[in-house]
């Protein structure tokens, strides 16, 4: 083990006898690597970002719905490179939704992760909240109503209050970028037609869930939806064994699972025939 910042990083890139560099983190950092790498002729394994939607169809339980969301968004203080940052709905469930949804949110007790009652902790670090903060204080300039939560609890550490944002506008950097904090942005859709578009519009490709009770709409969605996992009525689960193909600014390769051997190796041919 090498420990360091990202001097020790780019040395351990840019050395010539490494010949494999995986990389989990930032996309900005992982484009970096890879054009590191790339320059003199070895290979990067990137799990990057993301921005993971997820998508409510009509005639789904808002309940259900809502509990899915609410442990997608504000698991480990929404700190999770799946975590649900993006929750398109159809309008005819919205309103038991949101209200469902801020209504966990509320009941979330936020406080010391080593105090067993806490349900939720702090961010990282000040810099961490700094984003999450203004990446919402964005999103209600340009019209988003706050539900719950927006804004930072007066305690010691990097608290933010689990938060429900309803109808938010589309080019928000809540939206688009990732925030990496315990944010449940909902956009109103009209149907599932829309809702697909809009969560295939996005930079990111980690994964994404839908909920429906229609096996043809889950069909579709795991079709057009372009992402390296895509779930459908559970938002923690993967493919088997984990294995998975990130697309666009959420990186490139197989990652988890049996098919990591196959990135982590390779084939020599050797033709021998006799003198």
Known sequence: MVSGDGTTGQ???????????????????GRRIAAAVGARGA???LENGGKDPIVVDAGVDPAEAAAQIATGAFTNAGQLCTAVERVYVVEEVADALVAELARRAEALVVGDPADPSTTMGPLVDDDQLAV??????????????????????????????PTVLDRCPEDVALLREETFGPVAPVV?????????????????????????PRLDHALRA????????????????????????????????????PDLLDEMTVRKAVHLEGL
């Open 43 to 45: 290979r990067a394994l």
């Open 11 to 29: 040395a351990l890139v840019e050395h010539e006898d490494v010949a494999l560099v995986a990389h989990v983190g930032s996309t900005a950092a």
């Open 132 to 161: 999450v903060a203004a990446h919402v204080a964005e999103a209600v300039e340009a019209g988003a109503q706050v539900i719950t939560g927006g804004h930072r609890l007066e305690r010691d550490g990097s608290f933010y209050a």
């Open 188 to 212: 109103r859709v009209a149907d599932f037609d829309e809702a697909l578009r809009r969560a295939s519009a996005s930079a990111y490709g980690l994964a994404a869930t839908v909920l429906t």
């Open 222 to 257: 795991a079709d057009v939806l372009e992402v390296g996992t895509v779930k459908v009525n559970a938002v923690f689960g993967g493919a088997p064994g984990g294995s998975a193909d990130p697309r666009r600014g959420s990186g490139g390769g197989a990652g988890y699972g």
